[in-house]
């Protein structure tokens, strides 16, 4: 999967990808591994409170249904640096495990349809995004994150690009931060099964 990406940033135990699509915006990939729970993934994306200080740009997040226990329906506003307008989006996350790898995978696809338009910001479409959790033997989990929006409105393709590939980074700089916090970390969801692994050694080195 990785030779159909350019690798253009490795820093901070972070790898970041990019490629283009047709429509001339960029799909942007980016890898960690970490230290964790796989359950605490879910947990922090839950906490919307908290979601505005990992990820980029981020104003507010807040949930408006849960369809199903593995769904969440979600509307995000962004903040944009001037004269650009902020953005909204609204997205239906469903993640899933498999029974014998135990990836945790989440998928995010666009349902604008599900909430009015708001004068105020202009609304994202294509909006689509793919996390995979999956355990390594050294008892760590790489995180990778694939995925891309269209920004709408009258903003550069450049532009687009180089604040979807900087946004990204920032998110996932933080987000190994917040992810390896106690209160994610000692949390379980019905669904989610643990790789076989010294659990309790591995949070105990968590910071």
């Not at 995978?105 to 994202?124: C, F, G, Q, Y």
């Not at 180089?162 to 106690?182: D, M």
């Amino acid at each position: 999967m990785v030779n159909e990406w350019n690798l253009i940033k490795r820093h901070q135990q972070i790898r970041l990808y990019q490629r283009q699509s047709p429509s001339g915006m960029f799909d942007v990939m980016a890898i960690t591994e970490l230290n964790t729970r796989l359950n605490a993934f879910i947990w922090l994306l839950r906490d919307t409170n908290r979601g505005p200080e990992w990820i980029a740009n981020a104003s507010t997040i807040q949930l408006l249904a849960r369809p199903e226990p593995n769904q969440d329906l979600v509307h995000s506003r962004f903040d944009a640096p001037w004269p650009i307008r902020s953005r909204d989006m609204v997205t239906l996350s469903t993640f899933s495990q498999d029974a014998e790898s135990l990836i945790l995978t989440l998928d995010v696809k666009d349902a604008a349809e599900s909430l009015p338009i708001n004068e105020h910001w202009v609304r994202m479409k294509h909006v689509w995004a793919i996390w995979q959790l999956s355990p390594l033997a050294s008892g760590l989990v790489e995180i990778c994150y694939r995925g891309s929006a269209d920004p709408a409105g009258h903003i550069p393709l450049w532009l687009a690009n180089q604040l979807l590939l900087k946004g990204t980074f920032t998110t996932f700089v933080k987000l190994r931060q917040l992810l390896v916090e106690n209160q994610y970390q000692h949390k379980t969801l019905s669904g989610i099964q643990e790789p076989s692994v010294h659990l309790e050694t591995k949070i105990s080195n968590n910071p």
